[in-house]
């Protein structure tokens, strides 16, 4: 049975075409610049990557092309045999603690968390509603990134705020990248082969959370009502006093300028200088620039200050997991919060740890805990939860 798994940003939309329940990938690939021109899609066949540059004003021109591409390849003779299509959604506050079948009420409640996610939730819409209109027999579910993080209790969700701000506006924790840290979790449960256990998954790419899971269920995470909350991520401040936006307004900064300022010329890039990715920073680090070594340091500290905590939190832990773009692929990230762990008996083994993209465990043997890599795979969880519906 096939699956489309889909993932639509506000110019973008990326797919992977599942048969299930083996898990096989039979194409995948990514629509780039949807809306603004110079648009082009590239897709991933039997090892080969083909690109081709073509018109796209909006999403449903992506699903039409899509189609096309799935027939002309031959991964399907006719449309209904996609069964079903699961959308990332990035925000489904308190309504959603796990995937669901899309309806119109289902529809009303992403775009009421729009305010949330205002970049994110309107591009899942879209990509909802073209894929009802080109593949219109295929079951449609929503697979959310906050429905993971929706087992924590109140102690950990809400700010100390005065208790109305929660009921009035919905401000509380909620936590991104839910899908990533469930399936990471998942996978650690199956390596350990049991599920009462106590880990602390690290999802470290451009954007970055920790979460506490305990017997498999989240405790705690570090992002918060919105992504830009916990770790110093690329280009996210991450934790900052919240009274600094203050004073930055008082100073005659607009809303909007703080907004771009906290999102996208913070982090690493706001401190280094020079980047917002990590291995521009190692660069700079080879170089000696004193600014990608601060930038470094602060970015490490961070981690190991939520890994610490949720230690804490857990009452211990059986295993400490990396995942995302920094955290699969760099070694002396790894290395440097791992190290900073010493203390908690915390060890890494350097040969193990030097391994890019691919399952491995990279502690020490005499470790008091264990340390893996283990490569996220949202897509996969995307289609597990859809094909369940099925
Ligand atoms: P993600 O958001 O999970 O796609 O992660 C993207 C980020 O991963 C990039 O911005 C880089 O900072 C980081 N990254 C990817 N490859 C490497 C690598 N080989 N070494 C260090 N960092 C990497």
Redesign the pocket.
Known sequence: MKILSVNAGSSSLKFQVYEMPEEEVLISGVFERIGIGNSFYTIKINGEKIKKEINLDNHEQAFKILVDELIENKIVNDLNEIAGVGHRIVQGGESFNKSVVIDDDVIAKIKEYTPLAPLHNPAGISGILASKNVIPNAIQVAVFDTAFHTTMEEENYLYALPKSFYKDYGIRKYGYHGTSHKYVSMRMNEILGRDDTKLITC?????GSISAVKNGKCIDTSMGLTPNAGLIM?SRSGDIDATIVLYLEKQGLSADEIDDILNKKSG?LGISGVS???????DGIKENNKDCILAQKMYVKKIVEYIAKYYVELGGCDAIVFT??????????RKDVIDSLAVLGIKIDDERNNV??KEAKISSDDSSVLCYVIP?DEEVMIARDTYSFI
């Open positions: 999802h470290i790419g451009n954007g690329g690493l917002s990715d990590s291995r521009d920073i190692e995302a773009g920094v955290g699969e692929n760099s070694t002396s990230t890019r993209g996220t």
